[in-house]
C-alpha cells in the first residue's frame, strides 16, 4: 500500500481543506503550504486543529515565500524528494490547489506534474449543478487507455477487480464471480492480462501473481 501525502496552499478560509476528508482518498501526511503572517498563521493552526480531531495527526507546516515561483517550487520538490526516500519510493502525492495566490498555484501545478500526482480544487456550492462543494480531480497526462477499455467490457471487468487491491493472484482473479460461482477459465484470464499487460495497465509480481502499474493506478482512478 502507498503512504498518501497532501500538499494544501493556506488561503483566507479553512473551509476547503476538509472536503478531500470525504473523498475516497487516503491521507496518511498532510503539508500546509504557508508563510507567517498572522491572519494565515491562525488559519492554518484551525486546519491543523480540525485534522487532528477527526484523525489525520501527521500535519505540518511547509514555510514558503507566496510571492516567489521558485522558492515555492523547490520547497515542495525538496519535501517531495525527502518523503520519496524515506519511503523507498512507494508514494503517492496529492495537490489541493483551491487556495493560494496565482503564483503558488502554479508553482505548485508545475511540481504535481513532475512528480506525476493528483491535482484538484475544491468547487464551490454556488457553482455546482449539485449545489454543493464538489471535489473535482484536474487530469495531468491523457491515459487512452481508458477509453479503449471502455469498449472492452470483459477485460475491464478483469481489470476493475484491482480497484480495492493493487495486486492479486490469479486464483483470485479467476474467482471474479464470486464464492459458489463458476470460475473464469483459464485460457480467458490469459487473454485479459495479456491485454492488459500490453496496455502497460498491470504487470508480473510473481509467478502466479499480478500487480497495478503506476499507470494502472491513475487509470483504475478514472473509471
Known amino acids: 500500500m502507498s503512504f498518501d501525502i497532501h500538499f494544501y496552499n493556506i488561503g483566507q478560509t479553512a473551509d476547503t481543506a476538509y472536503q478531500v476528508l470525504r473523498s475516497d482518498m487516503k491521507i496518511n501526511k498532510m503539508y500546509l503550504l504557508n508563510n507567517f503572517e498572522p491572519a494565515y498563521v491562525k488559519i492554518e493552526e484551525e486546519i ?23 522558492n515555492i517550487y523547490k520547497a515542495v520538490m525538496e519535501t517531495a524528494r525527502k518523503e520519496m526516500k524515506e519511503h523507498n519510493g512507494n508514494v503517492r502525492f496529492h495537490f489541493n490547489i483551491t487556495m ?19 491535482l484538484y480544487y475544491i468547487l464551490e456550492a454556488k457553482y455546482s449543478k449539485k ?12 491515459i487512452s487507455e481508458v477509453e ?18 493493487d495486486k492479486l493472484t490469479i486464483e483470485e482473479m479467476r474467482s ?11 485460457p ?9 499487460h ?11 501473481e499480478w500487480s497495478l502499474t503506476d499507470k494502472g493506478r491513475k487509470a483504475i482512478k478514472r473509471l
Open 188 to 196: 480467458n484470464l490469459s487473454r485479459r492480462t495479456r491485454e492488459l
Open 48 to 70: 491543523t486543529k480540525k485534522l487532528n480531531e477527526v484523525g489525520v495527526k501527521d500535519v505540518n507546516k511547509l514555510p514558503i515565500e507566496i510571492h516567489d515561483f521558485d
Open 176 to 186: 471474479i464471480n464470486g464464492p459458489n460461482k463458476p470460475e473464469l477459465s483459464g
Open 148 to 165: 479503449k477499455l471502455k469498449g472492452r467490457k470483459k477485460v475491464l471487468e478483469t481489470f476493475m477487480q484491482f480497484k480495492t487491491n
Open 100 to 118: 493560494g495566490t496565482s503564483i503558488v498555484v502554479s508553482a505548485v501545478s508545475c511540481a504535481a506534474y513532475t512528480l506525476d500526482a493528483d
Open 198 to 208: 500490453n496496455m502497460g495497465l498491470i504487470q508480473k509480481s510473481g509467478s502466479s
Open 131 to 142: 449545489q454543493e462543494e464538489e471535489l473535482i480531480q484536474i487530469p495531468l497526462d491523457n
